[in-house]
């Protein structure tokens, strides 16, 4: 191993750091000078007044651009590190203020590399661990005196050498299965369509930590712990995002894109955007963001509405996402200009303004068991296809193409491609990776719905091929909304549980606080549950449409009086028994 040290520097002053740690060590202690090459067993210190950072194990410095408190050496750093070293990264956080190191941790837990952090107890800063445990990045988190026979049992257990594809044995694959079946039977989900090989290396990583030799003897811990279940499915779930991330797309969204899709769309037209596999919301927001600038380049008579569905299978995330709160750290990806007009400084970190936020709905959602959001103008799926097998991305191109309007637009990330689905997709731009979507006369390939969502079959009447044509749960709702209402509406199971938001609802549900809860009577505002409840009632029982009129409700803008319908669904047949409630702001549409 080779140690880099990277502090928080007087820019104005000698680092006496090399000195101070050579009488603690037998291994040679370097103050980094430019392009200085790593080798192992050496300690290599970042001096002052300088950014670092490494490239096929050579270090450089780079003068720093931000200026002094805005800083953030520790995440310059892990990120290049986690680029150049890939899974061979070791990212440790000790003791300091503040919250840098966090986003660099992040981009060492995408490449499968182990981050280690100081138990904050010990810390006598403890900013920067908290931030790094509190992101729920860290793999194992102990006193300072641990960490380094921490690391070392983890090596021993990690090979350092292996091919770009491994060649996994039978009994490797048939172990593979059963942490699939384990994994399925705890959390509901199906991950047997994920990369097999990096499904493999998660669970190599997770054997490390805890030092075991077999994937036999980890499938068994697995059996015996439910909470190794769960850090496993979180560690499959690594949410690698970050605001306006890869730089260039983001910026051609705002000059070209979204101008000319707006060009195509009736004035005043809402625009529906869906972000799957969101993680903790930084891309949707980013979207809402630059929609607005694009509005600023466009000017329109009259203004277009953007609603953005940001999904993801982590319920966790979701739940941060919805609060919009985001450490200071932000500032390496967030321009000056669009913090001070896009967010509020909070403790610790920033918050997503107002009406930002509430231009994003965000919701659990399996990408592949749920049924697609439809009719949209954007789909931004970025670096989640990387993560699964080629038979599902192949799945998933008509899917997305079915999802959009014509001429909507499919936002990828920088590693991903529509592959060989050039007659559903033209590419606006190979290297920002921008697709329109196009008309095809002869799909090459058939559009499989999610089957838990397929209508039901009456026997004999259809094939399962004719089943797949029919409308899905998600484009039936959405039709029935603007026929019926084009209001601020949400459709509910006969227990209450939202299955799909049209509009934007913010003024009369918000997110309870604590573990995310997608039920419409938790959600209800104040002034609305209890009538709501009533109503809700009487239209499972007897009453097929309910009317409230005049409820006073209160939000972050004041008072309201809203007239609230409840109306119980019979027709279409999928829809049947489910019951849409439709809210409607005193005075407004009727």
């Known amino acids: 191993m080779a140690f880099v040290i990277v502090q928080h520097l007087d820019p104005t002053r000698k680092g006496i750091m090399p000195e101070l740690?050579?009488?603690?060590?037998?291994?040679?202690?370097?103050?980094?000078?430019?392009?200085?090459?790593?080798?192992?067993?050496?300690?290599?210190?970042?001096?002052?007044?300088?950014?670092?950072?490494?490239?096929?194990?050579?270090?450089?410095?780079?003068?720093?651009?931000?200026?002094?408190?805005?800083?953030?050496?520790?995440?310059?750093?892990?990120?290049?590190?986690?680029?150049?070293?890939?899974?061979?990264?070791?990212?440790?956080?000790?003791?300091?203020?503040?919250?840098?190191?966090?986003?660099?941790?992040?981009?060492?837990?995408?490449?499968?590399?182990?981050?280690?952090?100081?138990?904050?107890?010990?810390?006598?800063?403890?900013?920067?661990?908290?931030?790094?445990?509190?992101?729920?990045?860290?793999?194992?988190?102990?006193?300072?005196?641990?960490?380094?026979?921490?690391?070392?049992?983890?090596?021993?257990?990690?090979?350092?050498?292996?091919?770009s594809e491994l060649a996994l044995e039978g009994k490797t694959e048939s172990a593979l299965e059963k942490a699939i079946i384990l994994l399925r039977a705890h959390t509901g989900h199906d991950f047997s369509l994920y990369k097999k090989n990096t499904f493999y290396r998660r669970i190599e990583r997770r054997m490390g930590i805890h030092q075991i030799d077999k994937i036999a003897a980890y499938i068994r811990y697995l059996q015996d712990?439910?909470?190794?279940?769960?850090?496993?499915?979180?560690?499959?779930l690594i949410g690698v995002t970050g605001f306006f991330r890869d730089g260039a797309p983001w910026e051609q969204l705002v000059e070209?894109?979204?101008?000319?899709?707006?060009?195509?769309?009736?004035?005043?037209?809402?625009?529906?955007?869906?972000?799957?596999?969101?993680?903790?919301?930084?891309?949707?927001?980013?979207?809402?963001?630059?929609?607005?600038?694009?509005?600023?380049?466009?000017?329109?008579?009259?203004?277009?509405?953007?609603?953005?569905?940001?999904?993801?299978?982590?319920?966790?995330?979701?739940?941060?996402?919805?609060?919009?709160?985001?450490?200071?750290?932000?500032?390496?990806?967030?321009?000056?200009?669009?913090?001070?007009?896009?967010?509020?400084?909070?403790?610790?970190?920033?918050?997503?303004?107002?009406?930002?936020?509430?231009?994003?709905?965000?919701?659990?959602?399996s990408l592949i068991m749920d049924p697609p959001f439809t009719k949209l103008d954007i789909l931004c799926c970025r670096n989640l296809l990387i993560y699964l097998a080629p038979e599902m991305q192949k799945k998933l191109m008509p899917l997305f193409h079915y999802s959009l309007s014509p001429g909507g637009i499919l936002f990828l990330g920088s590693a991903e491609t529509i592959g060989g689905f050039t007659d559903l997709f033209a590419s606006l731009d190979v290297k920002t990776r921008l697709y329109r979507r196009i008309e095809s006369a002869t799909p090459t390939e058939p559009i499989e719905f999610p089957p838990?969502?397929?209508?039901?079959?009456?026997?004999?009447?259809?094939?399962?091929?004719?089943?797949?044509?029919?409308?899905?749960?998600?484009?039936?709702?959405?039709?029935?909304?603007?026929?019926?209402?084009?209001?601020?509406?949400?459709?509910?199971?006969?227990?209450?549980?939202?299955?799909?938001?049209?509009?934007?609802?913010?003024?009369?549900?918000?997110?309870?606080?604590?573990?995310?809860?997608?039920?419409?009577?938790?959600?209800a505002r104040a002034g609305l549950r209890y009538e709501l409840t009533n109503a809700f009632e009487k239209v499972l029982g007897q009453e097929g449409t309910v009317a409230l009129r005049g409820l006073r409700t209160e939000n972050d803008g004041g008072e309201h009086f809203v007239n609230v319908t409840l109306h119980r669904l019979e027709k279409p047949e999928p829809l049947r028994g489910l019951v849409m409630i439709v809210f409607c702001r005193r005075g407004g549409a009727t």
């Open 21 to 163: 740690l050579q009488r603690a060590t037998g291994m040679k202690v370097i103050q980094v000078k430019d392009r200085t090459r790593v080798e192992p067993d050496r300690v290599y210190v970042i001096p002052p007044n300088k950014d670092m950072s490494i490239l096929r194990g050579v270090l450089h410095l780079l003068d720093p651009v931000s200026p002094r408190g805005l800083r953030l050496p520790i995440d310059f750093f892990l990120r290049s590190l986690a680029q150049d070293q890939q899974d061979h990264s070791i990212g440790v956080i000790l003791s300091g203020m503040g919250s840098d190191g966090t986003l660099g941790l992040r981009a060492i837990k995408e490449k499968a590399g182990v981050v280690l952090v100081q138990d904050p107890s010990t810390a006598k800063f403890d900013g920067m661990p908290r931030s790094a445990i509190d992101s729920g990045l860290a793999d194992i988190v102990a006193p300072v005196g641990e960490l380094p026979a921490r690391i070392l049992a983890y090596l021993k257990r990690t090979p350092l050498v292996r091919a």
């Open 225 to 236: 712990n439910t909470q190794e279940l769960d850090l496993l499915f979180k560690e499959l």
């Open 256 to 365: 070209s894109v979204i101008p000319a899709l707006l060009a195509s769309r009736p004035t005043g037209h809402a625009l529906r955007a869906w972000a799957p596999g969101c993680s903790t919301g930084e891309e949707a927001y980013s979207l809402a963001m630059v929609f607005k600038e694009a509005m600023e380049t466009v000017k329109p008579p009259k203004k277009f509405k953007l609603n953005i569905f940001a999904t993801d299978l982590d319920k966790d995330a979701i739940d941060k996402a919805r609060q919009g709160v985001y450490p200071e750290n932000i500032t390496a990806d967030v321009s000056p200009e669009r913090l001070k007009r896009f967010f509020a400084k909070v403790e610790h970190g920033y918050r997503v303004g107002t009406e930002i936020r509430e231009t994003v709905v965000f919701a659990p959602q």
């Open 452 to 523: 838990a969502f397929a209508p039901p079959l009456a026997a004999g009447t259809e094939t399962r091929a004719e089943a797949k044509t029919l409308p899905n749960l998600q484009s039936l709702a959405d039709q029935l909304v603007l026929d019926l209402y084009s209001l601020p509406a949400v459709l509910v199971n006969d227990k209450g549980d939202v299955l799909y938001v049209s509009g934007r609802t913010g003024k009369y549900l918000e997110p309870a606080a604590g573990k995310a809860n997608w039920n419409v009577f938790v959600m």
